[in-house]
């Protein structure tokens, strides 16, 4: 037959006939999109959990305890999921920036848009990279397989194009959607990522100001119940800035499930973290005066506790968790953030991830005005918007006024952690911080003592050690590239130090 | 008494011209030798309207030969003293002195007609009839007689008056006049200039071969035919002809009667013959799929004669040839705590644990060998029924089977049903044209846990893990799996395939040299794929529940394969002069398609329809390809002489795969021999029978690689979001294109020789040198570049070797048969050249100078003891271990990625800066293909009894085996027992490590995880017992065996994984390991 030679892809579309209507530039924009979602279980959001203090993984092969442990190596599986995962947004987004401008089909205010979309997810890839990766190659247009051989950037000047792909994006972006729209990037996502990757590089003033102009925006607000605020029913509500959306026939990769299973994933969350939590009067566990009992450990407790953690003898679903049955739980306590306990499906999970909260905003710019020296009363506002929301008391009722920088500087660390546990953005607040303190051995309760099914009456609390945790100061606050490309690209040498 | 006159008129021609030239005439068959007819020289001979034996006698005169004539067969033979049966100057016989009777057969029991019979010593011969009787006189009471027959081996056997004999001859291993299949046509063995090695299938026939792949391992030098594995349905054999050649599908172009197809498609039963073309002149005429060498598959056809009936049939049981062993739940308890406590994290199990696993009183704490719950005894039985026969005008043949295999992994199974039929009908004058049809098809349902990974891997599960509470109900594992538990509950995959195949072809005889051939064929395979997940209730050890919701995903795919081949063939004979003219034209064409479909939540775990699940989860998805080959080619054989053998091929050959401009690819080929025996100076060595030198040079192209549309810049679609609960669809460019890939090539060059000895023994021994160029590779490019890698050519790839096989055969006059053969390989594989980077991953690298897919990693030098290391005070010894913080000493070498500790593994340190890293002291330390590969055979035949004795074995090979079992604590998994003498301060082992739960360093590709991957094993076992065709014959029936097999008997190996005999890609512990089978069976022939 004539065409016997002449073959074309059946079921794949050809670039070069693409983009002639608006609706299949969309097909490309979503096809970036589709990159955020995380490309293995150690970009999953609860494994950056266990890195970090707050949890810990018994099981060893996943990755993430190397990098928990500080002893992240070159062929360690979180840097190279983080690596190629963030990499692919860009290059998605580097050849849709080329494809679109050939357009021709399409309206300036549309294409407009999908660029500045564009440009978002282009530098929410290249933020992550240089939090976790320092210099990294820089990388805005399609390249040819000559090109490819690239040699790292400096941080400073990959700063710089995120700086720029945020701010275009920001004067471009509605402040929100509705409908089947909504999930897409917003100004307000735009700035809010502004502001955090500032304050990762020590801008505090202009990280204080990108945080004040998506408040400015007057559209977000907290949500008024916070365990509700992880929940499915309660999506797309008010506090939620940026998040990876699913639905039915896009599911959660490696579902969330991870935290209801007690599983090679398993999900532990430290002693160290359930401690952190205030009593209800606003005062530490450690304070006298507390009201604290070490033997009734979970009464009158900021109630995000609860929300956030399941605790030695409470329920889970219609299962009471007694942690003694399980050896996969040393540290006995698991989730309960996101953990959706009682679903039929344990496979499937289309509960968004959210990745940007309002909350966050409000302790942003707290930081960012501590952090530049200013210690007024809106760092107090700030903060205690966010415990006002959970009923935790403000902090000058706890903590009086007037207080220094860095009085301030630990309320608003700790704030954090209480805030956001589970979420998997303690582990990148730490590289931020670069405080050695956090980097510290695992306790637990012993488990022997919380083994009585009849109930927690009669057990004994007592926090042990679990694991070892050093940090490595040869290796620092920075991720190795991955081996796996330096095997195949050796400008991408010398390595982080350390490695 | 012969009623068809002969006219003839030949000047100096040679016997043989002679007689085909009386046969055409007269329609009666030639049986002779080729040294025969040398003694006899030339002749010249004028007759008219004279009679056959008119015409042999004036041939024949004063020449050293004589003759006899059985029904329409003239046999030739050595002058002799004058015989009874003698025509040709007999004199009167003298008076017999005792007369004795018998029967000549083949081994399968078949008449021989023509057979020559001689008493040893004595004056006395006869020839056997049609049905393969005779009678002789012998001089005295006893005698020994010396039976011959063209192509098998002469057989002396003692006689006693009045006692009948069956004397049952051996065919020769190298049967110099037998017909070897090669590229469209056939060629006479003596006159083959390239390598084709051939599969005995006698040999075969009664091995439980469930696919015909494994008719290859061990039976031709230079083919490594490994079985992938033991299950069910996927058990094909991985062919590497000569090496691997390429970095992509190195499986040789299989043809079953000219269609290419799957190997596993044809029954072992319902082949003929096959053969293997090794060397790139064979091979060439089938070049654009041909680099990888082909194997031509000739199925049974019909003969003219009376219809035959065969009824074999087999039953049997198959074993696990082997599983590691592994440790028991207080072994596995014990050594987790001390790796927690090597690791520094709290212990997992308390004493009070490992006394109630020890107790094996409790359900709770269990201590289960996890591998003898999924694997076990499986049965399996086998049916053929075949029926063939014909007439001058049309012959037939048809083959029905089928197969029903349990696995020996829980709930695996294969039935298949296969028919065949051949089909040759010839019409016209002369018999001008010939149609054949042939129609295969097969039914293959497979069945096997949907998720084979799972039940693979949790065989390996750690014994410490309850399967049943004390109810019986069945427990989670750590609250998430029990796979057990969903494939007892229906949590099977079904998966149907049908293939169906089937050619027409026509020749036509042109004129009298000149014939043209076309043929269609036409190969359509369905798979219908039912996977159900069963809705399953699990008790968690915490009293609550976990229910797994029930879920079903079904696709279709249909695999179409066309090909038109036409044909033009040209023979001329003239003086010395011999040629063969072949012109071709073939196209192929490939297409396939897929559809799938999903649903969650089902009504009940018994019907797995999709309807029946909950529709707002439904799912769908689909995918098409195609893909077509072009190609015109030629060929020349010219034989002078019947010395002197010359062949040359070209080829040009199109592929779609390519982009435009890079489409075509033109290979030619030549190959040349001498049968030096010959030659006149040969005549004195009469040691040997036959020599032939041969020499092939030639070069084919291979454009197979996993892309379809390679020319082609791809949006790839699927790359789906979902904004405010709606999915959209999404595409991105996923991968880099490379337009310029054009086809890889395959050279070889070979030389070899054929020779055949005197007292039966036959060697063929090749070398050969086979290098592909533009090899045709999957580049790794940047991560940073986020693309898949594109197909670039890129290197070089050299298999270098030589292989040879020798045989023997003796009968000896007690009636005992032998035969035996060798044959052995050694092939080296090297990548010489790369044009694109190395790859230099670990465990996996592409490095030149090395094996393709060599083993990559550190060195193991031994382990970290406490003499390395310094500690506190000075080293103060009555710290106890536990306390101390050790300190490596200056000069001993350390590691990058973390502290080394007594009993850590030390690895070589390469380039002597002190550190080993991943950047520098990183070398090939393995190879997956063997050094050496071999087989022996061995098959004695004594009166009714035969056993025939099967070793198989690779050396120079190794194998890669870590994570579960293999790997100290790898997710849930059990610890093989060697982990038992692992490094302790009291037991300082420099071997193995401590053990540890820290991936770094347990997770370090080095030397510590290969092993050596060398076997010999008793492939198979058979003793066999014929029944008196005396006994059977009042029944109707014509021969009757009993047999008991044993494949895969026994392994000598080292390797301490699953089965030494594992697929190149498997570096982890979850193979399906091989089965050993033993079974009984029959065949009978009606």
Redesign the interface.
Known sequence: SKGLLNKTPKDQLSPATFYQSEAQCKMALVGIYNAIQPNATPTHFYQFEFMSDNGYCQAAWQGSNEVGSWSTNTTSWAPYAKWTQDYTIISRANEFLQDIATAASVGAAVKDQMVAEAKFLRAYAYSDLITYFGDVPLITKVLSLSEAYVKRTPKATVLTQILTDLTDAASVLPVSYTGSNIGRVTKGAALAYKAKILLHNQKWADAAQAAKDVIDLSVYDLYPNYADLFTEAHENNQEVIFDIQYTTSQTQPWPTEAFVLGTWQTSNMTADFINSFYMKNGKPITDASSGYNDQNPYVNRDPRLDATVVLPGTKYGTATFIPASYAEYPCGAKPRKYAEYGTADVNTSTLNTILMRYADIYLMRAEALIESGNTSQEVYTLIDKVRARVGMPSVESVEGTGLNQSQLRDILRHERKVEFGVEGTRYADILRWQDVSLVHDVYGYDKSLLSDPSGSATWTFKQIKIAPRVFNAAKGWLWPIPQADIDINKNLLPNNPGY | SFGQKINLSEKNASLGNIFKAIKKQTGYTFVYTESLLKKAGKVDLNVNEASLEEVLTTCLRNKPLMYSILNKIVIIKDKEEPAENNIVNAPPPPPPVVKISGKITNEKGEALAGASIREKGGRHSAVSKEDGSFTISISGKKAVLIVSYIGYVTSEIAVTENVPVTVSLVQTNNNLNEFIAIGYGTQKKVNLTGSVGTVNMSDMEDRPLTNAGLALQGTVSGVYALQSSGKPGDDGAVIDIRGVGTFGDNSPLVLIDGLPGSIGDVNANDIQSISVLKDAASSSIYGNRAANGVILITTKKGAVGKLKVNYSAYFGVQSPTRLPDVLNSVEYATLRNEASAN????P???AADIAKYAAHNNPMYPDINYFKVYYGNANMQSHRLSISGGSEHVQYAFMLGHLDQDGILVATNYKKTDFRSNVDAFFLKDKRLRVSAKLAGNLGVKSEPTSMWNATWYATLSPVYPLRDSAGRYMS?????NPYAEIMAGSTAITKRYNFNGQVEAEYKLLKNLSAQITGGYNVTLSNYNGFNANVVLQ?????T????SDLSVSNGTNIQTLLTGLLKYNKTFGQHDFNILAGYS?E?FTYDWQSGYR??FVNNSQRVLSLGDA??Q?NN?????????SLFGRLNYTWGGKYLFEANIRRD????FA?GH?WGTFPSFSGGWIVSRENFMKKVDWINFLKLRASWGQLGNQNIST??NG??????G???????????????TS?TNKELTWETAQQLNIGVDVTLKHGFDLTVDFFDKRTKNLLLSR????????SA?YVNAGEVQNKGIEASLNYRKTFSNGLKLRAGLNVSHIVNKITRMNA?E????PKAIKVGAAINSFYGYTMDGIYQIADFTWQNNSDPSIPYVSRVYTLKPGVTKV???NAQPGDIKFKDLNGDGVVD??NDRAIIGKQFPDINYAFNFNLQWKSFDLGVFFQGVSGIQGYFY?EIATP????ANLGSWWKDRWTPANPSNTMPRVT????R??IHSTFYMQDAAYLRLKNIELGYTISPKMLSKIGISSFRIYGNIQNAFTISKFKGFDPEQTIDQTRAEAFPQARIMTIGLNANF
């Open positions: 690791s520094g994290t709290i997992n199990y308390t594992v750590n609250g998430e799996l968690n050890k915490d009293g609550s976990k229910t797994e919701a196209e064409e969650k939540n707002s989860t799912t689909a995918g098409s390809y195609d893909l077509g080959l072009r199109g592929s779609s795969r435009k489409q379809y549309y082609s810049d791809i949006l790839s679609s790359r789906n979001y979902s904004y405010g609960g709606t999915l959209y669809s999404g595409v991105a460019v880099l790794p490019i940047p991560l940073t570049m986020a693309l594109p980077p790859q230099l991953n670990s990058s990625n973390y991943m950047n994570y604590f790898s997710g849930v739960l820290d991936e770094t347990t997770n």
